[in-house]
C-alpha cells in the first residue's frame, strides 16, 4: 500500500508539473489582458504533433522537444497579432466564441496534416527502462518530466519576480490601464507572454506525449483542468498556478488510484472500479467550490 500511494504521489506530481505548463501561460493572458481563450488547449495539441514529426524526422527526442518548442512558439505569435489581438476590446462571450472556432479550425488543420489516427511519440531509449526509487520501481522518464517541470517552475518564478521583464508582467496583471500610462507597451508584452504561454504549452505537449495518445482534439479535457487551476490558484498569479496545478495533479492522480481500492471494501469490485474515477473527478470540483468558499479571488490572486 505504501509503494502504491508512493507511485501514484510521483504520478500526481509529474501530472501537476505538466499541467502547470499549460496554467501558467493561460494564467498570465487571463490576468494582463482579461483575455479567455479557449485556444490554449489547441496550442497543446499542435506542440505534440510537432514533437512526433521532428522526433521522427531527426530521429532524436530532444530535437522533437526544441522544435515542437520553437515551432508552437511561432504560431502562438503569428496567432496572437493576426486574431486575438482583435478581441482584447470585446467582451468575454466574444471571446469564447472566437477561440472555440479556432479549436474547430486547429482541429481541422491537424487532421488535414497528420490524419485522424494517433500518432506515436516514443520516449528517448536511455529513459525507456525503470529505475530504483526507494525500494521500488519507478518509470525514468517520468522521473525526467517531473524533473523539467521543476526546473521549468523555477526558471519562470525567477523571470516574474526577479527581471524587469518580470515587473513588467507583475504590474499588467496588477493594473493594466496604470502599465500602459507608466509607457510600457502592453501589446509587444502582451505578444511576448503569449508566445512563451505557448511555448510551454508545447513542452507540455512533448513531454507528455510518449505517456499519452497524440491525437485530434487531445487539448480539450486538459484545458478544463487547466481553467480550474488557475480558478484555484487565482487569475494572473505564477505562485498560484504552480500551487494550484500541485493540488490538481496530485488529487487527481491518488484520487483515480486509491478510491476505487477504498470502495471495494463495501462496494462489488466491478461497481468500485466505474465509482472510483467518477468520484475522483467529481472531488477536484468540490476542492475547487470549497477554495473559492474560502477564498473568493483564489490562494494568490494577482490583483489585490
Same mark, same amino acid.
Given at each position: 500500500?505504501?509503494?502504491? @500511494?508512493?507511485?501514484?504521489?510521483?504520478?500526481?506530481?509529474?501530472?501537476?508539473?505538466?499541467?502547470?505548463?499549460? $496554467?501558467?501561460?493561460?494564467? !498570465? &493572458? @487571463?490576468?494582463?489582458?482579461?483575455?479567455?481563450?479557449?485556444?490554449?488547449?489547441?496550442?497543446?495539441?499542435?506542440?505534440?504533433?510537432?514533437?512526433?514529426?521532428?522526433?521522427?524526422?531527426?530521429?532524436?527526442?530532444? +530535437?522533437?522537444? !526544441?522544435?515542437?518548442?520553437?515551432?508552437? #512558439?511561432?504560431?502562438? *505569435?503569428?496567432?496572437? =497579432?493576426?486574431?486575438?489581438?482583435?478581441?482584447?476590446?470585446?467582451?468575454?462571450?466574444?471571446?469564447?466564441?472566437?477561440?472555440?472556432?479556432?479549436? /474547430?479550425?486547429? %482541429?481541422?488543420?491537424?487532421?488535414?496534416?497528420?490524419?485522424?489516427?494517433?500518432?506515436?511519440?516514443?520516449?528517448?531509449?536511455?529513459?525507456?527502462?525503470?529505475?530504483?526509487?526507494?525500494?521500488?520501481?519507478?518509470?525514468?522518464?517520468?522521473?525526467?518530466?517531473?524533473?523539467?517541470?521543476?526546473?521549468? *517552475?523555477?526558471?519562470?518564478?525567477?523571470?516574474?519576480?526577479?527581471?524587469? &521583464?518580470?515587473?513588467?508582467?507583475? $504590474?499588467?496583471?496588477? %493594473?493594466?490601464?496604470?502599465?500602459?500610462? =507608466?509607457?510600457?507597451?502592453?501589446?509587444?508584452?502582451?505578444?511576448?507572454?503569449?508566445?512563451?504561454?505557448?511555448?510551454?504549452?508545447?513542452?507540455?505537449?512533448?513531454?507528455?506525449?510518449?505517456?499519452?495518445?497524440?491525437?485530434?482534439? #487531445?487539448?480539450?479535457?486538459?484545458?478544463?483542468?487547466?481553467?480550474?487551476?488557475?480558478?484555484?490558484?487565482?487569475?494572473?498569479? +505564477?505562485?498560484?498556478?504552480?500551487?494550484?496545478?500541485?493540488?490538481?495533479?496530485?488529487?487527481?492522480?491518488?484520487?483515480? *488510484?486509491?478510491?476505487?481500492?477504498?470502495?471495494?471494501?463495501?462496494?462489488?469490485?466491478? &461497481?468500485?472500479?466505474?465509482?472510483?474515477?467518477?468520484? *475522483?473527478?467529481?472531488?477536484?470540483?468540490? /476542492?475547487?467550490?470549497?477554495?473559492?468558499?474560502?477564498?473568493?479571488?483564489?490562494? @494568490?490572486?494577482?490583483?489585490?
Amino acid at each position: 500500500m505504501t509503494q502504491l @500511494f508512493l507511485e501514484q504521489a510521483l504520478n500526481g506530481l509529474q501530472f501537476g508539473l505538466m499541467l502547470f505548463l499549460l $496554467a501558467a501561460g493561460l494564467t !498570465l &493572458v @487571463f490576468g494582463i489582458m482579461d483575455m479567455i481563450n479557449l485556444a490554449h488547449g489547441s496550442l497543446y495539441m499542435v506542440g505534440a504533433y510537432l514533437a512526433a514529426a521532428a522526433a521522427a524526422a531527426s530521429g532524436s527526442f530532444v +530535437i522533437g522537444v !526544441l522544435a515542437a518548442v520553437a515551432g508552437t #512558439m511561432a504560431v502562438g *505569435a503569428l496567432l496572437e =497579432l493576426a486574431v486575438l489581438r482583435r478581441l482584447y476590446v470585446r467582451d468575454h462571450l466574444s471571446q469564447v466564441l472566437a477561440t472555440f472556432a479556432l479549436i /474547430l479550425v486547429a %482541429n481541422e488543420a491537424v487532421r488535414m496534416i497528420w490524419g485522424d489516427q494517433p500518432v506515436m511519440l516514443n520516449a528517448p531509449e536511455a529513459l525507456a527502462g525503470p529505475v530504483d526509487i526507494a525500494g521500488f520501481s519507478y518509470p525514468a522518464f517520468r522521473l525526467l518530466i517531473i524533473a523539467v517541470g521543476v526546473l521549468v *517552475a523555477l526558471t519562470l518564478y525567477v523571470a516574474v519576480t526577479m527581471t524587469r &521583464v518580470g515587473m513588467w508582467v507583475r $504590474a499588467g496583471a496588477s %493594473n493594466r490601464e496604470m502599465t500602459e500610462a =507608466l509607457g510600457i507597451n502592453v501589446k509587444r508584452l502582451f505578444t511576448i507572454v503569449f508566445s512563451v504561454g505557448a511555448g510551454l504549452c508545447a513542452l507540455a505537449g512533448a513531454m507528455l506525449g510518449p505517456l499519452l495518445a497524440v491525437q485530434v482534439g #487531445m487539448g480539450e479535457s486538459i484545458l478544463i483542468l487547466a481553467f480550474v487551476v488557475i480558478v484555484i490558484g487565482g487569475i494572473g498569479s +505564477i505562485r498560484g498556478a504552480l500551487v494550484g496545478s500541485l493540488l490538481v495533479g496530485v488529487g487527481d492522480t491518488l484520487g483515480r *488510484a486509491l478510491l476505487p481500492w477504498l470502495l471495494r471494501s463495501f462496494l462489488p469490485g466491478e &461497481v468500485a472500479a466505474h465509482l472510483g474515477p467518477a468520484l *475522483a473527478a467529481i472531488l477536484i470540483y468540490v /476542492l475547487m467550490a470549497a477554495i473559492l468558499f474560502w477564498k473568493p479571488a483564489g490562494l @494568490f490572486p494577482a490583483r489585490g
